[in-house]
């Protein structure tokens, strides 16, 4: 009876492996194609806030497609970078303008009087 019950469990293994690893019929378990970023962000515009959160990104067996997270991170970090340059430059043409509009001061911040000619 052991006999018989331990070759049972060797076959319904056998069985089971074989059906899990395909044993020559592929039907079993068919190759799955890889996720693909499906809406990749716009190229022909600045991101917002609605691409940020509209996006999602393909998962891997072990995570998300590493790829895939570098390009959008990639691309996130120079938009940031060029906004921060333009508001960089914004904030000292104002300070310029400010400068310039407040007219020369002296050491106590009061304005200088225009000698007379």
């Keep these: 009876m052991f006999l018989f019950l331990l070759i049972a469990m060797v076959v319904v293994v056998a069985a089971v492996t074989l059906a899990v690893v395909g044993g020559g019929d592929s039907a079993a378990l068919p190759e ?27 998962v891997a ?35 310029g303008a400010r400068a310039s509009a407040a007219g020369p001061r002296d050491l106590f911040g009061k304005p200088e009087e225009e000698p007379e000619r």
Aim: aromatic content about 2%; proline content about 10%.
């Design 32 to 58: 799955a194609a890889p996720e693909q970023l499906t809406d990749p962000l716009p190229v022909n515009r600045p991101l917002g806030r609605a691409d940020v959160e509209a996006l999602r990104l393909p």
């Design 61 to 95: 067996p072990r995570g998300y497609r590493m790829d895939n997270v570098d390009d959008v991170l990639d691309r996130l970090g120079a938009e940031l970078a060029e906004r921060d340059a333009r508001i960089a430059e914004l904030e000292s043409a104002l300070a």
